[in-house]
């Protein structure tokens, strides 16, 4: 989905081309959020402290959490098309703040479970 044009059939493009053609994709109207949550992160992943990991209860969920300015930062994303629990280890304190959900989760003896759609992200501040 990341190539910008490809000669690889696609039947759903907008302008029936019959190719992979990303601005006349259903993808192309979700960039500027990417980007933005792209921007959010550059510094904490570019700059921060790589803590390596958490630890995780499915293999679904690939993370890896950060330390800047105080804060640590765990990203975990789903790398299926299929919804997953799980249970996140390794983290501090009571609560996590998600970025960009507006909500917080508990953090009971240094664990969080969360859900996750098919190929979703979490982003957890705590």
Avoid at 18 to 41: C, D, K, R, T
Avoid at 72 to 91: F, I, K, P, W
Avoid at 103 to 116: H, I, L, P
């Amino acid at each position: 989905w990341y190539a910008y044009y490809t000669h690889e059939k696609y039947s759903d493009n907008k302008n029936d081309r019959g190719h992979w053609f990303l601005p006349e994709s259903h993808l192309w109207e979700y960039f500027p959020v990417l980007n933005a949550e792209v921007q959010a992160l550059s510094e904490v992943v570019l700059t921060g402290d790589d803590l390596g990991p958490a630890g995780t209860s499915t293999k679904a969920i690939h993370t890896n959490a950060w330390d800047i300015g105080g804060k640590r930062y765990l990203l975990a994303v789903n790398a299926t098309n299929e919804a997953a629990d799980c249970e996140l280890s390794g983290l501090r304190g009571e609560t996590a703040q998600v970025m960009f959900e507006d909500r917080q989760v508990q953090v009971v003896e240094g664990k969080v479970k969360d859900s996750f759609g098919p190929y979703a992200r979490h982003v957890y501040v705590y």
